[in-house]
């Protein structure tokens, strides 16, 4: 059995040690907006019109340390742009915050960036190529690459763009 080809995650809800600085990040330095507050103790965050993306809570979490390296748990929020000029934008947003890149990869699929949010939980900024240009071996399958990325003309793009 296999999920129908239009199934999609829908959301992700992190747990957080300081709600209203989550939330700055999430909202002022991505971009998403909150669509509902739930107590002092979680809010739900949106892009447009939907009911949320991103859920943040800090039920079990308030004041708590991020999960020590080498354990399991979450390796990263993946978040999809819609076009470059729109993933330069957020880049921009981040580094005028202040915050460091992890690393930033053309994977051949898509175009990425890699942070962290300040509970230290990944976070992958990123935007796909057209189907059609997806690298394929001579069986067409998939050849996903790690490849340098060009951050600057990300960057470029959003700052022309706008």
């Known amino acids: 059995m296999s999920a129908p080809a239009a199934t999609r995650i829908g ?9 209203d600085r989550a939330i700055a ?26 009911h949320h993306h991103i859920g943040l809570n800090t039920w079990e979490s308030l004041g708590a340390t991020p999960p020590p390296a080498g354990h399991t748990g979450l ?15 957020v880049i921009a947003r981040v580094l005028d915050a202040g915050i460091v ?25 990123y935007v796909d190529k057209p189907m059609a240009d997806w690298p394929r071996d001579a069986d067409g ?3 996903m690459v790690n490849t340098r990325l060009d ?12």
């Open 11 to 19: 959301h992700v809800h992190l747990r957080v040690s300081d709600l």
């Open 25 to 50: 990040f999430y909202g002022d330095v991505l971009g998403f907006h909150v669509t509902q507050g739930y107590g002092s103790g979680a809010a739900f965050l949106a892009a447009g019109d939907y």
């Open 75 to 89: 390796y990263h929020t993946a978040i999809l742009y819609p076009d470059r000029a729109s993933l330069g934008a």
């Open 101 to 125: 890149l992890d690393g930033a990869a053309d994977h051949g699929v898509s175009e990425a960036v890699y942070l962290r949010d300040p509970d230290q939980n990944g976070v992958e900024l």
């Open 141 to 143: 399958q998939l050849q």
């Open 151 to 162: 951050v600057q003309a990300l960057l470029n793009l959003a700052a022309t763009s706008s």
